[in-house]
């Protein structure tokens, strides 16, 4: 099938060299020989996708991509810009753990084709840094974003955490006066989530971890002190200079196709989502055959709503009023009183989340879509 635009192709690359102990993502210690077989096998798995379609964004997640060898990193551009026909534009990220570049290979990854790159700091306070168990420094968070400057990069984006331990508003103002030295181009910042079975939940400093209300004032203040700063709010953890927003993350918001490559990865091809499971042997084995659904019969309108309203921007109201499954009546009187508290807004035929909304989307979402009816 051909598309009419262009799709994201996301590779999970599974491989740290020792987990965070708040991390469930799906990751593992990998050794040089590893990581080549595994490589290999994200390349046969491209080879055997059976689509006819372009690609203008690649996202190589993880794990630490940026401990896999640049030059097989870039085996894998290479043969997805010949595969999915991708412009000489295309967005192509790495994910990178500040302690693991260096000036050699964050210029190896350039000439190989990344062209915006992520690092994962976290926080600039060194006690917070312990708290999450990163190995990684604040000056070498800063050397990391001046070698990525050096060689080449022009779009850099910085993770930070809200809600770890020992976080208040004074240490996540130097988090964030720490940001604007930097200069960068784009800031995710995430709320901690303290996930079971992991390290983390076991572990007494979750009681060092602030309460929900100081939580949402951080959230808050985030987001006023980073507008101040010129970053605009896109999504509901995303921030981006102008003309920065991530164009790979706005395909999962704006329901738009994306391949998947890798064990623990997720794709949205054909009106499915599907996955890989956590399970490297496997993947290696059979080069990507071991996919699974996980979702066949999408309500399409249900994640407008779901996908859309985390998105600055919002939904288009018309994209609602005209459908017959939804009790307009019913809906209206939901978005009124979620206006009347300062909770959303209605400009320009759109309907979006205010970044006190965005506190209590979970929420509001779900009263929205329990105006529409089932299809029958």
Known sequence: MTNKSPIGLYVHIPFCKRKCPYCDFYSLVGNEARQTDYINAVLAHLSKVSVKCLADT???GGGTPILVNPSELGRIIHQAKI???MPDDSEITLEANP????????????QNGVNRISFGMQSANEKELKAL???HNIRQVKQAVKNAKRAGFENISVDIMLGVPFQTQETLKYTIDFLAELEIQHISAYMLKVEPNTPFAGDKLIEQIPEEDLVSDLYLFT???LEKLGFFQYE????????????????????QEYLAFGPSAHGFWNGK?????????????????NWQIAEDNIDILEEYLLLGLRLSEGIYVDQI???????????????????????LKQQNHAIFLTPKGFLLSNIIIGELIMCIRSDT
């Open 58 to 60: 690649l996202y190589f």
């Open 83 to 85: 595969l999915f026909l």
């Open 99 to 110: 302690c693991a570049t260096t000036i050699q290979n964050l210029t190896q990854l350039y």
């Open 133 to 135: 168990g990163r190995t």
């Open 223 to 225: 987001c006023e002190q």
């Open 236 to 255: 509901i953890s995303n921030f981006a200079k102008q003309g920065f927003a991530c164009k790979h993350n706005l395909k999962y918001w704006k329901q």
């Open 273 to 289: 989502r599907y996955f890989y499971p956590r399970d490297i042997k496997t993947y290696i084995n059979t080069a990507g055959d």
């Open 321 to 343: 009023r005209l459908s017959s499954r939804v009790n307009w009546n019913q809906f209206q009187k939901k978005v009124y009183l979620f206006e009347k508290h300062g909770f």
